[in-house]
């Protein structure tokens, strides 16, 4: 079982920009696509973003389209969220979640995926 850890959340005012890490252990990180989720207090855990495992595709919420970008390091085993003019909205506990590479579905969703990292805090004031 894959096991991702959320690296880089903080406290930053409005506009500035964070980057969080996403690394697994135990398995070939390149077999896995690799999604960000969020979830804020009181909602629903939320689509971020995702990146297939060889970084051909990556996907994007509206919300996020223009500011976050995904990316991924195989030789390093992590998984990157860039996140620019953040917005105080962004604020959420963000997950990082692994899927198999055979799967071919959407990444969109987040019932599909294998492991959850226990989470990173992102919090953006006005």
């Known amino acids: 079982q894959v096991q991702p850890v959320e690296s880089g959340g903080g406290l930053v005012r409005a506009g500035a920009s964070l980057r969080l890490s996403c690394t697994i252990s135990g398995r070939t990180f390149n077999n896995y696509h690799m999604g960000w989720f969020r979830q804020a207090p009181g909602k629903e855990r939320e689509f971020v973003s995702a990146?297939?495992?060889?970084?051909?595709?990556?996907y994007y919420a509206d919300a996020v389209k223009g500011r976050f970008t995904i990316s991924r390091d195989n030789a390093k085993n992590t998984a990157y969220l860039q996140m620019s003019s953040l917005k105080p909205e962004d604020t959420a506990v963000y997950y990082c979640?692994?899927?198999?590479?055979?799967?071919?579905?959407?990444?969109?969703?987040?019932?599909?995926?294998?492991?959850w990292g226990p989470g990173t805090q992102v919090t953006v004031q006005s």
């Open positions: 979640g692994a899927k198999t590479r055979f799967y071919s579905g959407s990444l969109t969703f987040a019932n599909p995926y294998d492991s």
């Open positions: 990146i297939t495992s060889t970084g051909d595709n990556t």
